[in-house]
């Protein structure tokens, strides 16, 4: 009986974390100006937005100036986080691939991926899922 119900305890646990909406720590870019703060909808299928990672982009007085649907889903491997000198936000997808955003007149602008763009979306994949 005692089994069972740890069985039914760490099988409620688990699926729990599956079908809760998510949302990140906040990331500080390297300057300190911005961070970034990442949501995933989990619970609502019937939203525009279900299973698609979105990022809301801060500014260093917590004042939210812009949010943005990558076209990432939340059913693949994805990481998120900042270029190690500057403000540019990056995305690394297993659906879409790797994407870059910087930040103009207050709203995010996607930017060409350059190779150094590229190496940091693996390096931030590597750290995440090592």
């Keep these: 009986m005692k089994r069972n119900l740890t069985l039914i305890l760490l099988t409620l646990t688990f699926t729990s974390c599956f079908f809760s909406n998510y949302e990140s720590e906040r990331i500080v ?4 100006n911005f961070e970034i703060e990442v949501t995933v909808n989990r619970t609502d ?5 279900y299973a ?4 809301h982009l801060f500014d260093k007085n917590n004042k939210k100036l812009t949010e943005l649907n ?6 693949n491997k994805w990481t998120i986080g900042w270029t190690e000198l500057g403000d540019t936000i990056v995305l690394q997808s297993g659906d879409i ?7 103009q007149n207050e709203k995010t602008v996607e930017i060409k991926m350059t190779a150094e763009l590229n ?5 931030l994949k590597s750290k995440k899922y090592e």
């Design 119 to 123: 190496e940091r979306a693996e390096f």
């Design 70 to 75: 990558t076209g990432a889903g939340d059913a």
């Design 29 to 32: 870019s390297s300057t300190g």
């Design 45 to 49: 299928k019937n939203a525009d937005n």
């Design 52 to 55: 698609d990672v979105i990022i």
């Design 97 to 103: 691939g790797n994407k870059a955003w910087i930040l």
